[in-house]
T-cell receptor, first 109, second 113 residues
Framework: KNEVEQSPQNLTAQEGEFITINCSYSVGISALHWLQQHPGGGIVSLFMLSSGKKKHGRLIATINIQEKHSSLHITASHPRDSAVYICAVSGGSQGNLIFGKGTKLSVKP | DVKVTQSSRYLVKRTGEKVFLECVQDMDHENMFWYRQDPGLGLRLIYFSYDVKMKEKGDIPEGYSVSREKKERFSLILESASTNQTSMYLC????????????FGQGTRLTVV
């Protein structure tokens, strides 16, 4: 069983829709990260959180430590949000991340 | 602005060649990582380093080695490239504290023919 599970694997939405991507983990963590990867490869860190909720523009990330679950929400989705969203957790003493397999989001105009 | 730079975006090498992938960070980070990313498998840790001249094996070190002679530079070496090493390679760095943000390079897509 993977230590970090994401759902769904693939997601297609219409522009303007509210989107939720889920992440569950089975290990103890010090922080959870949401990352974005556009076609072409580079990864950008969207959020790092260890409790509660964070918001940046149309993106909201929440985490429930007791349930070992996090969600990434995108409000008023736009085609430029199309990317792979990756959940990762850090808990090792050296700061290495354990990754989920990613959610490929496609937002249609 | 924080920066992790990988030396090549795209690379094509022949089977058996020795391949060097270079990564440089300008943030004075102690930790540096090499991952490979494959469809259906996600990102997997190859090697990491938490200090100059220090290295630790990750989950899939076979067929790879690394070098960290200077704090800002972390090199991934494929001693004898094979076709199953065709992949996207990503470098990352982070400060040497638990639970800190990681910064990624733009990735190198390596094809071994």
């Amino acid at each position: 069983k993977n230590e970090v599970e994401q759902s769904p694997q693939n997601l297609t939405a219409q522009e303007g829709e509210f989107i939720t991507i889920n992440c569950s983990y089975s290990v103890g963590i010090s922080a959870l990260h949401w990352l974005q990867q556009h076609p072409g490869g580079g990864i950008v860190s969207l959020f790092m959180l260890s409790s509660g909720k964070k918001k940046h523009g149309r993106l909201i990330a929440t985490i429930n430590i007791q349930e070992k679950h996090s969600s990434l929400h995108i409000t008023a989705s736009h085609p430029r949000d199309s990317a792979v969203y990756i959940c990762a957790v850090s808990g090792g003493s050296q700061g290495n991340l354990i990754f989920g397999k990613g959610t490929k989001l496609s937002v249609k105009p | 602005d924080v920066k992790v730079t990988q030396s090549s975006r795209y690379l094509v090498k022949r089977t058996g060649e020795k391949v060097f992938l270079e990564c440089v960070q300008d943030m004075d980070h102690e930790n540096m990582f090499w991952y490979r990313q494959d469809p259906g498998l996600g990102l997997r840790l190859i090697y990491f380093s938490y200090d100059v001249k220090m290295k630790e094996k990750g989950d899939i070190p076979e067929g790879y080695s690394v070098s960290r002679e200077k704090k800002e530079r972390f090199s991934l070496i494929l001693e004898s490239a094979s076709t199953n090493q065709t992949s996207m390679y990503l470098c990352a760095s982070s400060p040497h504290r638990v639970g800190t943000e990681a910064f990624f390079g733009q990735g190198t897509r390596l094809t071994v023919v």
